[in-house]
C-alpha cells in the first residue's frame, strides 16, 4: 500500500500504533505545543528543517520507522551533494532529533537512531568584530552618509555594538521608555532577561542619531548594507548584524578590562554562553595585563 518495502516490525507498528507514527503529523502538533514556549525564528527554523526532509522524502509521509542509520547516511549524502555548509547540516540534523526526543518523551516511540550514527559536528565560525578605530570610522560614514538605508544601517548597527543588543532588539529600543537616569533597562526578546547598563559615551552619541530614524528596514536588508558599508570604510572582516554583539563583548568589555563575569550580565547571558560564543581574550588585553602585572619584576 505504501508502495515500499515493508518488514513484519513495520506491519506490527502498524497496528500497534508504535513507530510507524509519521514524523510530519507529530512535528505539525508538536510546533503547536511550543509556539509560545520558543522564538519565532526557532519555530521558523524548524518549518524551513522540515521542509528539507520533506522535499527530500518527496512526500509528507515518513514514519519514525523508516529514519534508521541507513536512511541517515543516504540523507545527509544527499545535504552534500546539494553544497550546504556543515554548520548548516548540523542544525537541520538537530531539529530531526529535537522531533525525536519529543516523541520518545511523550511515548509515541522507542528507538532513537542518532545513537548508531556518526553525526554532523558543529564547526564553530571564525567570529569578526570592529576594532574601536573601526566603529569610530562606522560612526564618520552614519554621520556623513545623506542614502536614508545605508544610515539607518550604520546607526542601529552601532547600537548594537554599544549595548551588545540582538538585532531583535533593535526595532525595539526607545530612548524614552529604555534609557532612565543614565541607564539602558530593557528586557530582551528572544530570552526574557533583563539588560542594565550604564549609557557609554558611544550610545549617548547614537541616541542623537536616532532620535529622528526608526527603524524602518527588514534583516535581511541590513546584512545586505552591512557588506556594503563595511566595503566602503575598509574593514575586510565577515561582518554581519549579530558581529554588533561580538563588537561589544571584545572591543567595548574584554579589550577593556571588564570580566567576563559582568560582560555577561550585561548582555544578559550566562557566564558559560558568554565565555563559549563572545568574549575573547585578544593579544591586546593578554599584552596589558601582564605587562602591569610584570612590571618591575
Not at 541507513?70 to 522531533?99: C, P, V
Not at 574601536?132 to 544610515?151: P, Q, R, S, Y
Not at 567595548?252 to 568574549?279: H, K, N, P, Q, W
Request: net charge positive; aromatic share 10%; with cysteine.
Amino acid at each position: 500500500m505504501a508502495e515500499q518495502p515493508v518488514t513484519a516490525k513495520d506491519l506490527k507498528a502498524w497496528f500497534t500504533g508504535g513507530d510507524m507514527a509519521d514524523l510530519f503529523e507529530f512535528a505539525d502538533q508538536f510546533i503547536k505545543e511550543v509556539r509560545h514556549k520558543r522564538a519565532a525564528g526557532t519555530l521558523e527554523n524548524y518549518r524551513k528543517h522540515l521542509l528539507k526532509i520533506e522535499l527530500y522524502n518527496g512526500s509528507r509521509k515518513l514514519p519514525f520507522a523508516h529514519i534508521t542509520t541507513s536512511w541517515l547516511g543516504n540523507y545527509e549524502d544527499h545535504l552534500r551533494t546539494e553544497g550546504l555548509t556543515d554548520n548548516y547540516i548540523h542544525a537541520l540534523f538537530k531539529t530531526l532529533k529535537t522531533i525525536f526526543n519529543a516523541a520518545i518523551k511523550k511515548g509515541i516511540i522507542k528507538d532513537y537512531p542518532f545513537h548508531r550514527y556518526e553525526n554532523p559536528v558543529y564547526k564553530a565560525p571564525v567570529k569578526d568584530y570592529l576594532s574601536i578605530a573601526e566603529i569610530h570610522a562606522l560612526e564618520d560614514f552614519a554621520d556623513g552618509t545623506t542614502n536614508k538605508v545605508l544610515k539607518q544601517t550604520a546607526v542601529y548597527f552601532l547600537l548594537g555594538v554599544a549595548t551588545g543588543l540582538r538585532i531583535s532588539d533593535w526595532r525595539r529600543f526607545n530612548a524614552e521608555e529604555h534609557v532612565q537616569d543614565g541607564r539602558v533597562l530593557l528586557r530582551a526578546k528572544k530570552n526574557n532577561e533583563w539588560v542594565s547598563m550604564p549609557v557609554n559615551g558611544l550610545l549617548q552619541r547614537n541616541l542623537q542619531r536616532m532620535k529622528a530614524l526608526p527603524l524602518t528596514i527588514e534583516e535581511p536588508t541590513i546584512n545586505e548594507k552591512i557588506k556594503a558599508i563595511m566595503q566602503t570604510i575598509g574593514v575586510r572582516k565577515r561582518i554581519t548584524s549579530h558581529s554588533a554583539r561580538h563588537t561589544f563583548a571584545v572591543s567595548l568589555c574584554a579589550d577593556r578590562g571588564v570580566s567576563c563575569e559582568t560582560c555577561a550580565e550585561l548582555m544578559g547571558i550566562t557566564v558559560s554562553t558568554c565565555v563559549e560564543s563572545y568574549y575573547r581574550v585578544s593579544s591586546r588585553k593578554i599584552d596589558a595585563e601582564t605587562l602591569k602585572a610584570w612590571s618591575g619584576l
